[in-house]
């Protein structure tokens, strides 16, 4: 019981015409037969028709290698997470993330033969574990990067709140932005960064006779990507009251 867009035909079992959710997955995964699989049997669980794009970000969820969602099974090395990207009025969403980590589920899963690769396994939580110790290094190193660095202008926690320039937004505060990552990624690019700050072979160097008026910030990528790492676990400032801007 499943309808499919763009994968198997379509199928239209007798559904209460609000008894629907949407998942997008990749190829890679579709063609495995996995979701051919396990799908149907949620829909006869739940009575609960479901439609499978091609196209990221269309359906209501969508299973992805990307770490930000639920990690629910693997195959050899790859995890695959389910991540929610739309509105759960009816609950049904949540219904099908239960059902794919209950016991039921996880036998649908597991006992699948797939058409490539080797089996599925929900057997996630170590591999995940060990994922998170090594986050919260880089985390750690990416805190520590930002604080020598950046911290000299930006409040990047409430330790160095009262060392900074008082016009300059705090990291909170940049995570407030929808732009937020750009911000961040291309911080050297925008003003008035880009007068003092050198990214390893990435920039070009100061003027010849024009030495920056302050001590220039030096940082390689790699540098760069452990500082992001690190903001990306930094809550957004509470924009419910008034957001102080050092």
Sequence with gaps: MLVVTGVWGSFHPVFAQDKRISISAP?????TGLL????PRFSLKHNIRVTVTRAPETGN????????????????????HLRVTGEDPNGYLKIFEDWLLSAIGKRAIEGFSPKAGGPFSTNV??????????TERDTNLGKSLAMKNCG???AIDESNRKKTIGSTPSFGALRTFQDWEYR???FYTLNPH???TQIEEVTPPFPAGSPPAITPIKLTLDELDEILAFTRQIEPADLGRAV???
Aim: proline share 6%.
């Design 27 to 31: 190829d890679s995964l579709i063609e």
């Design 36 to 39: 051919k699989h396990i799908l």
């Design 61 to 80: 969820m969508a299973f992805q290698l990307d770490p930000s969602g639920l990690p629910v099974f693997k195959q050899n090395e790859e995890i695959w």
């Design 125 to 134: 939580i170590s591999v995940v574990a060990k994922r998170a110790t090594a």
């Design 152 to 154: 000299r202008c930006h």
């Design 184 to 186: 961040f990624e291309a």
């Design 194 to 196: 880009p007068s003092f």
């Design 244 to 246: 102080q801007s050092n």
